[in-house]
């Protein structure tokens, strides 16, 4: 799709900038963009980033990297190699960073210069460090997830450089398109803040216009109801756990209507479910106690099943609810395999089941064709500990 | 603020003449045609009032909290800046209607369940003859094709599915939920992404392109590591609170206000040592063994608990500014509400205000990106339910006062 424009990275020595950046570089390098990375001498901070292929620390093996870094090129530069740097963006198209590397305002008029920070490059905190959890932190995302007054918690694989560098991506994209008409490239300040505050729009909404601050509700929902009830979507089961809601529309009432007869089916007793018209069933006005009153239905009957009986029962029903999947549930399931989902790549000897391309463009997905780049090749690679992770 | 270096002219926004139709509903299709609005591309949103989108009548909230199409601010915000047409494309001349309007656009969003559109008479094969140049972009749950192709699906559960939420919350515990639909907001990005590339090129070849985009498979990008690491390793990556692989301490503190917290991350020893000096240099944070990594890490827990005996004494503003003075990275954890007074998402003009004919004034979102040299809106929000419909199909379709009368009369812009 992008053939011919050439994207270059600039690593600096802050892990999440490094991140975000290499994201957005492997978006337009599966696009067919042709992307070149520059890393200083001890390398991307990325590579330093366990866990590690075979548990077995080295740079080329991280697993982060790995995910990061497929489908590009990259040379060794300097930091202060100022001269190297200029002739390496003499034909670039692209340059992605994550600080103001390269000055927009003196950049060839050409060059689509876009800058990943974490608060964006003006403002009161364009100076201010942060890794993922402070990103999150300030998006009211982190604010939205835990337990009712415990603590706010962060998704376990940081979330924020992906969100930064999917964004962008489209920001360059926009900058390209726009050189179509103008002939000049602009300067595309990407926030990785603004980008996570993205992410929740309806608690935006919410605060706006009903003046209703939404709150972390652990495994519950709110905003389905106009009498304030909060509706439960996450479930134990027999073997973990499911994604499950009570729901309104057409599709919740055929949900509710399917749940009562797989209950039936399976030889149970749901009184209350088996009670409700579903023809005129509104979730939106049910109080608490309705609600926890069906609920305790609900939870007796999910807690029967395993996840594969609820995904194989959701599917023949063709009911909204999914299990709460894990890696290896993802990697066996039929769907994604039908779909030709995974490719292999070899990494270091070790055969690999990288996930493919986002979408199909005229039903072709873009392939991995090039294994991330070693560091092996351009200087040679000393052990080094948590300690030196980040390098100042 | 006008930068040195060579003069360069204004731009215009970098869509501006492009058109857009729009065939979809909820966040993870219409999303994709505000970005694209957002920079200058008209963007016709096309719905009925026979089968409403359910951000107009299902989910809340409506102004005054009484429920109403053009009452409910979900589809004010999720469509801003486009325009809004009513069809019944249940009727054959609706879908005629419709491939007019199809002629007259270089994009077509749509996400409905795979084959919805096929059985109206409106499938990517016909809506490609229609227009070969074509970018047509296809977003569902599943994809196109495969068993699952059909199923329904909200993205709150398609988040779990794709794994993500099995990553939040405490190991010992039920995960929590990771507000609203997460993977749609994934899905929307790459859409865009998409489109963005098939036109880039389309203006290099003159070819169309049909985007099959799953919103599983989407969201499965930013899972990568984690499978991976169960692929390469053996290993089931779960949820972990808040501690991080690398970062020690690495949580989120109470501070001395209610229901105030403060995220702080550790990342190297010197920083390590700052943060014993940001907390005033206590007795237990001179213990030696804590001076590596290895060494918090084994004591992780009783170095949060003596962190948070600090933190609750103090005001979560001034911790932030004490550590942010050392260098440290710290943040406060802010509520969404507090995020319209945010000085630094203030500063990139992150909220638009709008005023909506009905709901009255609204916040709208700005894209996360700013580009210099060219306009970004959101400037207005959501269409009214068939605000547009006589504009579009009188100065786009090309009817006549006539014939769009007895259209209407027939009950077709339903």
Same mark, same amino acid.
């Given at each position: 799709? $992008?053939?011919?424009?050439?994207?270059?990275? $600039?690593?600096?020595?802050?892990?999440?900038?490094?991140?975000?950046?290499?994201?957005?570089?492997?978006?337009?390098?599966?696009?067919?963009?042709?992307?070149? %990375?520059?890393?200083?001498?001890?390398?991307?901070?990325?590579?330093?980033?366990?866990?590690?292929?075979?548990?077995?620390?080295?740079?080329?093996?991280?697993?982060? #990297?790995?995910?990061? @870094?497929? @489908? %590009?090129?990259?040379?060794?530069?300097?930091?202060?190699?100022?001269?190297?740097?200029?002739?390496?963006?003499?034909?670039?198209?692209?340059?992605?960073?994550?600080?103001?590397?390269?000055?927009?305002?003196?950049?060839?008029?050409?060059?689509?210069?876009?800058?990943?920070?974490?608060?964006?490059?003006?403002?009161?905190?364009?100076?201010?460090?942060?890794?993922?959890?402070?990103?999150?932190?300030?998006?009211?995302?982190? #604010?939205?997830?835990?337990?009712?007054?415990?603590?706010?918690?962060?998704?376990?694989?940081?979330?924020?450089?992906?969100?930064?560098?999917?964004?962008?991506?489209?920001?360059?994209?926009?900058?390209?398109?726009?050189?179509?008409?103008?002939?000049?490239?602009?300067?595309?300040?990407?926030?990785?803040?603004?980008?996570?505050?993205?992410?929740?729009?309806?608690?935006?909404?919410?605060?706006?216009?009903?003046?209703?601050?939404?709150?972390?509700?652990?495994?519950?929902?709110?905003?389905?109801?106009?009498?304030?009830?909060?509706?439960? @979507?996450?479930?134990?089961?027999?073997?973990?756990?499911?994604?499950?809601?009570?729901?309104?529309?057409?599709?919740?009432?055929?949900?509710?209507?399917?749940?009562?007869? #797989?209950?039936?089916?399976?030889?149970?007793?749901?009184?209350?479910?088996?009670?409700?018209?579903?023809?005129?069933?509104?979730?939106?006005? $049910?109080?608490?106690?309705?609600?926890?009153?069906?609920?305790?239905?609900?939870?007796?009957?999910?807690?029967?099943?395993? %996840?594969?009986?609820?995904?194989?029962?959701?599917?023949?029903?063709?009911?909204?609810?999914?299990?709460?999947?894990?890696?290896?549930?993802?990697?066996?399931?039929?769907?994604?395999?039908?779909?030709?989902?995974?490719?292999?790549?070899?990494?270091?000897?070790?055969?690999?089941?990288?996930?493919?391309?986002?979408?199909?463009?005229?039903?072709?997905?873009?392939?991995?064709?090039?294994?991330?780049?070693?560091?092996?090749?351009?200087?040679? #690679?000393?052990?080094?500990?948590?300690?030196?992770?980040?390098?100042? | 603020?006008?930068?040195?270096?060579?003069?360069?002219?204004?731009?215009?926004?970098?869509?501006?003449?492009?058109? /857009?139709?729009?065939?979809?509903?909820?966040?993870?299709?219409?999303?994709?045609?505000?970005?694209?609005?957002?920079?200058?591309?008209?963007?016709?949103?096309?719905? +009925?009032?026979?089968?409403?989108?359910?951000?107009?009548?299902?989910?809340?909230?409506?102004?005054?909290?009484?429920?109403?199409?053009? =009452?409910?601010?979900?589809?004010?915000?999720?469509?801003?800046?486009?325009?809004?047409?009513?069809?019944?494309?249940?009727?054959?001349?609706?879908?005629?209607?419709?491939?007019?309007?199809?002629?007259?656009?270089?994009?077509?969003?749509?996400?409905?369940?795979?084959?919805?559109?096929?059985?109206?008479?409106?499938? /990517?094969?016909?809506?490609?003859?229609?227009?070969?140049?074509?970018?047509?972009?296809?977003?569902?749950?599943?994809?196109?094709?495969?068993?699952?192709?059909?199923?329904?699906?909200?993205?709150?559960?398609?988040?779990?599915?794709?794994?993500?939420?099995?990553?939040?919350?405490?190991?010992?515990?039920?995960? /929590?939920?990771?507000?609203?639909?997460?993977?749609?907001?994934?899905?929307? *990005?790459?859409?865009?992404?998409?489109?963005?590339?098939?036109?880039? =090129?389309?203006?290099?070849?003159?070819?169309?392109?049909?985007?099959?985009?799953?919103?599983?498979?989407?969201?499965?990008?930013?899972?990568?590591?984690?499978?991976?690491?169960?692929?390469?390793? *053996?290993?089931?990556?779960?949820?972990?609170?808040? =501690?991080?692989?690398?970062?020690?301490?690495?949580?989120?503190?109470?501070?001395?206000?209610?229901?105030?917290?403060?995220?702080?991350?550790?990342?190297?020893?010197?920083?390590?040592?700052?943060?014993?000096?940001?907390?005033?240099?206590?007795?237990?944070?001179?213990?030696?063994?804590?001076?590596?990594?290895?060494?918090?890490?084994?004591?992780?827990?009783?170095?949060?608990?003596?962190? +948070?005996?600090? +933190?609750?004494?103090?005001?979560?503003? +001034?911790?932030?500014?004490?550590?942010?003075?050392?260098?440290? =990275?710290?943040?406060? /954890?802010?509520?969404?509400?507090?995020?319209?007074?945010?000085?630094?998402?203030?500063?990139?003009?992150?909220?638009?205000?709008?005023?909506?004919?009905?709901?009255?004034?609204?916040?709208?979102?700005?894209?996360?990106?700013?580009?210099?040299?060219?306009?970004?809106?959101?400037?207005?929000?959501?269409?009214?339910?068939?605000?547009?419909?006589?504009?579009?199909?009188?100065?786009?379709? *090309?009817?006549?006062?006539?014939?769009?009368?007895?259209?209407?009369?027939?009950?077709?812009?339903?």
């Amino acid at each position: 799709m $992008l053939d011919g424009l050439r994207v270059v990275e $600039l690593v600096g020595p802050d892990l999440w900038g490094a991140a975000a950046v290499a994201h957005c570089g492997r978006i337009l390098a599966d696009l067919g963009a042709d992307v070149q %990375k520059a890393e200083p001498p001890e390398g991307d901070p990325v590579r330093r980033v366990p866990p590690f292929l075979g548990e077995r620390g080295h740079p080329d093996r991280g697993l982060l #990297w790995i995910a990061l @870094n497929a @489908n %590009k090129r990259s040379v060794l530069l300097e930091p202060g190699d100022t001269a190297r740097r200029v002739a390496l963006l003499r034909d670039a198209d692209v340059v992605l960073q994550p600080s103001l590397i390269v000055d927009p305002a003196s950049a060839d008029v050409r060059l689509v210069v876009v800058t990943l920070t974490p608060y964006g490059s003006s403002g009161p905190l364009a100076q201010t460090p942060a890794s993922d959890l402070e990103v999150t932190a300030s998006s009211g995302s982190l #604010w939205l997830a835990g337990e009712p007054g415990g603590a706010p918690v962060r998704t376990s694989l940081p979330q924020s450089p992906f969100w930064t560098g999917m964004y962008a991506a489209a920001g360059a994209l926009l900058a390209i398109i726009a050189r179509r008409a103008s002939g000049h490239g602009q300067h595309v300040d990407v926030s990785g803040q603004q980008s996570m505050v993205t992410v929740h729009p309806p608690a935006a909404v919410f605060a706006d216009v009903a003046h209703e601050e939404h709150m972390r509700l652990g495994p519950n929902l709110l905003g389905r109801s106009i009498v304030g009830a909060r509706f439960r @979507n996450i479930w134990p089961c027999a073997d973990g756990h499911v994604s499950f809601a009570i729901q309104g529309g057409p599709i919740g009432r055929h949900t509710g209507r399917m749940l009562v007869a #797989w209950i039936r089916e399976r030889g149970a007793a749901a009184p209350r479910l088996g009670a409700i018209d579903w023809e005129t069933f509104d979730n939106r006005t $049910l109080s608490q106690a309705d609600v926890d009153a069906l609920e305790a239905e609900v939870g007796a009957f999910l807690g029967e099943l395993t %996840k594969r009986q609820f995904f194989d029962g959701v599917i023949a029903r063709n009911m909204l609810g999914y299990p709460v999947a894990d890696a290896a549930d993802i990697y066996a399931d039929e769907q994604l395999r039908a779909r030709a989902f995974w490719q292999d790549v070899s990494i270091d000897g070790t055969t690999l089941s990288f996930p493919g391309g986002f979408a199909l463009f005229d039903g072709e997905r873009p392939t991995i064709r090039r294994a991330p780049p070693t560091l092996e090749g351009l200087l040679p #690679w000393t052990p080094s500990g948590t300690v030196a992770l980040r390098a100042r | 603020m006008s930068p040195a270096g060579p003069a360069k002219p204004a731009t215009a926004s970098p869509l501006a003449g492009l058109r /857009v139709v729009e065939l979809g509903w909820a966040a993870a299709g219409p999303l994709v045609g505000t970005y694209l609005a957002a920079h200058g591309a008209d963007v016709i949103h096309v719905e +009925s009032s026979t089968a409403l989108d359910p951000f107009r009548s299902t989910y809340p909230p409506f102004k005054d909290n009484l429920p109403g199409p053009d =009452r409910a601010a979900m589809f004010a915000f999720y469509n801003a800046g486009k325009r809004g047409v009513t069809l019944d494309l249940k009727q054959p001349v609706a879908v005629g209607l419709a491939l007019r309007l199809v002629a007259a656009a270089d994009v077509v969003i749509e996400s409905f369940p795979a084959g919805t559109l096929s059985r109206r008479g409106l499938g /990517v094969d016909v809506l490609h003859r229609t227009k070969p140049d074509l970018v047509i972009l296809s977003s569902c749950n599943q994809g196109q094709t495969g068993p699952h192709a059909q199923h329904p699906g909200y993205g709150s559960q398609l988040t779990a599915l794709a794994g993500f939420t099995q990553l939040l919350g405490d190991p010992a515990r039920t995960p /929590v939920i990771l507000y609203g639909p997460y993977i749609d907001y994934i899905a929307v *990005g790459y859409g865009v992404i998409a489109i963005l590339a098939a036109l880039e =090129r389309r203006a290099r070849t003159g070819q169309g392109c049909v985007i099959d985009l799953s919103q599983y498979e989407a969201g499965l990008q930013f899972m990568a590591p984690a499978l991976l690491e169960h692929d390469a390793n *053996g290993t089931i990556p779960t949820r972990a609170a808040n =501690r991080d692989r690398v970062a020690v301490p690495h949580g989120v503190y109470p501070a001395s206000e209610a229901d105030r917290w403060i995220a702080l991350s550790v990342w190297d020893d010197a920083e390590w040592s700052s943060l014993c000096e940001a907390l005033g240099d206590p007795e237990w944070a001179r213990d030696p063994s804590l001076a590596t990594a290895a060494g918090r890490r084994a004591r992780e827990e009783w170095i949060d608990e003596r962190i +948070s005996e600090w +933190s609750r004494r103090q005001p979560r503003a +001034s911790a932030v500014t004490r550590l942010r003075s050392r260098g440290l =990275r710290a943040a406060p /954890v802010e509520s969404v509400g507090e995020l319209f007074g945010d000085a630094q998402l203030a500063e990139r003009g992150a909220w638009r205000t709008a005023r909506h004919p009905v709901i009255g004034e609204v916040r709208l979102m700005a894209p996360p990106f700013i580009l210099s040299d060219s306009e970004q809106g959101p400037s207005r929000p959501g269409p009214l339910l068939g605000q547009h419909t006589q504009e579009v199909f009188r100065g786009i379709v *090309g009817l006549d006062a006539a014939e769009y009368a007895a259209l209407e009369a027939q009950g077709v812009f339903k």
